[in-house]
């Protein structure tokens, strides 16, 4: 199992520093190669730019009232999630269009489904009761 991670190419979990302007602020953010690559492809999708997406993002959080102290793990998130949707079948990697054509409602709506309707894990504790 471990080979499929430490498989991968080295330079996907090398950092990379990206400086930009949020509401006329010079931000720097700083994460890893791989997520850099989700976010170049998320932005593509969209014909944007990836400072035009983080932009973006940051302020949509924003309006939604969410709390954006660590806006670099809400970006690491936001790739997962795009990640993790493409594997559900939500959405596909090889689609070029936009994801702001995507109903969002419906898939948000379609994942609690899901969520709703998956077991729930067992822990350590709960199995050697069990056993």
């Not at 593509?44 to 793990?73: C, K, W």
């Not at 990697?93 to 994801?99: A, Q």
């Not at 709703?116 to 056993?131: D, M």
Request: charged share 30%.
């Amino acid at each position: 199992m471990c080979q499929l991670f430490i498989g991968a190419a080295p330079e996907l979990w090398d950092s990379r520093t990206k400086s930009l302007r949020i509401d006329g602020v010079a931000t720097s953010i700083r994460m890893e190669e791989f997520f850099w690559q989700v976010l170049e492809e998320i932005a593509q999708r969209d014909a944007m730019t990836v400072n035009q997406l983080i932009t973006r993002l940051y302020f949509e959080a924003i309006d939604a009232g969410h709390d954006m102290g660590n806006f670099t793990s809400f970006l690491r998130v936001c790739c997962a999630r795009f990640l993790a949707l493409a594997a559900d079948g939500e959405i596909r990697r090889s689609d070029t269009s936009p994801l702001s054509e995507v109903d969002a409602p419906r898939l948000l709506q379609r994942e609690a489904e899901r969520r709703n309707t998956r077991p729930r894990a067992t822990t350590r504790e709960e199995a050697k009761r069990l056993n």
